[in-house]
């Protein structure tokens, strides 16, 4: 259950939140601590449930696939649409680092659509190694960005 992918999505997301609460603290641009706060508590919720959606899968038989992609499509989904509510809710425009982190929820959808077509419409399964891969990738690539944004915000006000 514990395999290299989520220990390393574990240990992303222990650093996203320290971030988060640095950008908190230090009271950096609305949009981004937003968008950053919707990643971080979708990833750990998905982290959560996963392994009861194991369960479900593996009680499904013939549904597990649909059940497996179906469940991240959903939560990427939904984060996408608060990211765009809380937005227009506060009356503020995207960041760039907003804007990274809704194109990491776009493409993880994608890779979730892309994987279920694989495995379960076309039934070659040739993405299966790409599929692992690539959404830990997604997923850690966030952490860079979010250090960027952090220095260049703070640089410009003088912070850092």
Known sequence: MWGPGLIVDWLCSLVEIAALLVMVRLRSNVSSRLSLAVWVVTNVLMQLVTPQVMI???NAIGYSYAIWYGSWIVFNALALW??????????ISASRLTRYISACFFALTFVQIAGYVDRVVVETN???SAYRYLVVAVNCSVLPAVFVEFWKYHRDKGAV
């Open 56 to 58: 479900w899968c593996d």
């Open 126 to 128: 040739l993405l299966s």
């Open 82 to 91: 608060a990211i765009v509510f809380l937005h227009r809710l506060a009356g």
